[in-house]
């Protein structure tokens, strides 16, 4: 999903160069240690299940720290900064820049993951919120689960995502928010891209991940859910309201179903 980069940068915490791409087009992992993070690829993936997106979380709550004790870190090392081009090539959308300076980005790091509110800009608190690309095998292939919310005049076609609950994970609120906006039951089955935006001010980071229908669950509030609806991937670009939802799809690839 992410374009080769000519000096290979690591998709955890976006420390670059590493010394090889950690994996190769044909899949193989590096087995390279990041020496900024301590991600191993091939190693922490695989063999313990680990996510990029699990590992980065850790890595930013526990402070961002370099990781190596073997490896200096370089002299210009610049976490914040790290994180903002990841979130370049993981939300394809053009993001908000913060008048001042400061990137958006680095409202990610704090968005992402972690720190609960202050961003760098005092006073801006960061929204966390997660949801799904929720997708069932269906009569016309894959299909995939859309809402229609009671906003714009009942008619904005989005994702079933909401606001993190106190202490809950993404991964957790993801499963939830699906539930409780399209009555499906659902399994996480990969991460699938970060959305960020700005609402009245504030920060808002939007983690998704590509999930698959597993049963029917709770029904969902019809006072903020108008219609759900199973959709072809085609349908789906053509209703969707959002750009940032539609860039988003159209980036990802087909899920492992
Ligand atoms: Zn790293």
């Not at 998709?11 to 240690?33: H, K, M, Q, T």
């Not at 409780?180 to 939007?206: C, H, P, S």
Request: net charge neutral; with cysteine.
């Amino acid at each position: 999903m992410k374009p080769a980069a000519p000096s290979p940068a690591c998709p955890v915490c976006g420390f670059s160069p590493l010394a090889e791409a950690p994996r190769s087009p044909a899949g193989g992992a590096s087995y390279e240690i990041c020496p900024c993070c301590g991600f191993q690829f091939g190693y922490d993936d695989d063999a313990r299940g680990e996510t990029y997106l699990n590992h980065r979380q850790r890595w930013i709550a526990g402070g961002m720290k370099w990781w190596s004790r073997g490896q200096k870190a370089p002299a210009n090392w610049h976490p914040e900064a790290q994180l903002e081009s990841l979130r370049r090539v993981e939300a394809p959308q053009k993001s908000s820049q913060i008048p001042g300076g400061r990137a958006a980005g680095s409202g990610y790091s704090a968005a992402g993951m972690g720190r609960q509110t202050s961003d760098v800009r005092d006073n801006v608190s960061t929204v966390r919120a997660a949801g799904g690309l929720v997708w069932r095998r269906g009569a016309r292939g894959l299909e995939l689960a859309l809402i229609r919310r009671a906003r714009h005049g009942d008619n904005e076609w989005s994702l079933p995502k909401g606001k993190l609950d106190p202490g809950e994970t993404f991964e957790e609120a993801a499963v939830r928010e699906v539930e409780e906006e399209t009555g499906i039951r659902a399994r996480l089955l990969r991460f699938a891209g970060v959305m960020q935006y700005e609402v009245k001010g504030d920060n808002k980071v939007v983690c998704l991940w590509d999930m698959e229908a597993i049963g029917e669950g709770r029904a969902y509030d019809n006072g903020e859910v108008k219609e759900v609806r199973w959709v072809t991937r085609e349908e789906a670009l053509k209703l969707l309201t959002h750009e940032q939802n539609r860039e988003l799809l159209r980036h990802l690839p087909p899920p492992p179903l």
